[in-house]
């Protein structure tokens, strides 16, 4: 009985052996961190635009989605526990006025919502968009 018991524990004895355990494991580490944190970002209209662009430290954003919604996630470190978008919105010429609702998921915080609105002409926005969040204790 007892060599039987013996030829199970030797098995799973080298399941355990290093030279078995080859995937690589990242741990956590301040490095990893300061790589940022996946973010997911939503962008509703109120009337479909002709031309939408989001930027994050001089790079447009490659936006999914089309109509009265467009999409995009991405990594991006929160400096200042805060993320700033830069985001043109153009309607049609003669267009009622347009509004973005813009709303940003970070991972592990509160979503957040902010509305960017056209004046009554119509007119394309241009604005920079500030989500902050409370530091982590």
Not at 15 to 20: D, L
Not at 109 to 136: H, M, Y
């Amino acid at each position: 009985m007892a060599a039987c018991l013996a030829l199970l524990v030797i098995p799973l004895s080298r399941i355990n052996h290093p030279a078995f355990n080859r995937m690589p494991v990242e741990k956590a580490s301040p490095e990893n961190q300061d790589a940022g944190s996946p973010v997911h970002v939503v962008l509703r209209f109120v009337h479909a635009p002709q031309t939408v662009t989001l930027i994050r430290e001089g790079k447009a954003l490659l936006l999914q989605g089309s109509g009265l919604e467009r999409t995009v996630d991405g990594v991006w470190p929160l400096q200042d526990d805060a993320l700033e978008f830069a985001v043109t919105a153009a309607w049609e010429p003669g267009a009622a006025p347009g509004m973005v609702e813009m709303k940003v998921a970070p991972d592990g915080r509160a979503e957040q919502l902010q509305n960017i609105w056209s004046d009554e002409t119509g007119a394309p926005v241009e604005e920079v968009v500030r989500f902050t969040w409370r530091k982590k204790s």
